[in-house]
């Protein structure tokens, strides 16, 4: 009868015990801790208040006001030149905005932000886009700001661009859709990119407050309320005049 070999550990004087749950206890205290701080936060928020959106900051920081005083309704259009859905935005609804506001329906108060440099090739198409258009605005007339304001969105540079405009070209193209002189070297000049970025600044901290806490492009507000379907066609202008709130 053969003889059974033992059983040789690489440690003999290694003794089994049981695993200690102290380890176990921290990392569910930990994951307790976070699960309090989300919830926390979430109920913090949704308690948060937010001061009332101001019409008269709004009108005091709009880039261009397209429309007399006497429309019945104002709407506040907030977009950024690097915001591919601010693109598409002007495509669909620009020109029913413009004429809504040619016909009396509407007053057309637009806010360029700049918030979104930073996704643009030269860190600064926003900035300098906007500073463009309020050139167009302090020297030029409604048509020259609607066809720059256009065409700055056609030649905004996409995710994949390598470059974007220089002022040199954006003060050319300004020349193409019939700016003057003066509007011309304002924006070879950068004169007023400055002050478009805090135009800007002071317009986006009223959408946030609009929007409890968030900063989106494009966005349309009516007395301070956000404005839905704005992406889905130009049909929202028409609901909006025939006395539908859009929202």
């Not at 380890?23 to 109920?43: N, T």
């Not at 090739?121 to 304001?149: E, I, K, M, N």
């Amino acid at each position: 009868m053969s003889k059974k070999t033992p059983v040789t550990r690489e440690n003999p004087d290694y003794q089994p015990r049981a695993t200690s749950s102290r380890s176990a206890y921290v990392l569910i205290g930990v994951g307790v801790a976070v699960i309090a701080l989300i919830v926390g936060g979430l109920v913090w928020n949704a308690n948060k208040e937010y001061p009332d959106v101001e019409d008269a900051v709004l009108a005091e920081n709009a880039a261009f006001i397209v429309g007399e005083r006497t429309a019945p309704i104002t709407v506040d259009v907030f977009e950024d030149f690097t915001c591919p859905h601010c693109r598409e935005f002007e495509e669909q609804s620009g020109h029913a905005l413009s004429a809504a506001a040619q016909a009396g329906e509407l007053r057309v108060r637009y806010h360029l932000l700049t918030f979104m440099d930073d996704q643009s090739p030269s860190d600064s198409y926003s900035s300098r886009g906007a500073g463009a258009v309020l050139c167009a605005a302090r020297h030029d007339d409604r048509q020259v700001f609607t066809r720059l304001h256009a065409a700055l969105f056609a030649q905004a540079p996409g995710p994949d661009s390598n470059g974007d405009l220089t002022n040199a070209q954006m003060a050319e193209l300004a020349g193409t859709v019939g700016a003057d002189q003066q509007t011309r070297d304002c924006i070879a000049e950068g004169a007023l990119v400055s002050q478009a970025q805090e135009m800007g600044r002071t317009s986006q901290q009223q959408l946030y407050n609009s929007n409890k806490g968030r900063v989106a492009t494009p966005t349309v507000l009516v007395a301070g309320e956000p404005v839905s379907g704005i992406l889905d066609g130009d049909g929202w202008v028409a609901t909006l005049i025939a006395g539908g709130t859009g929202k």
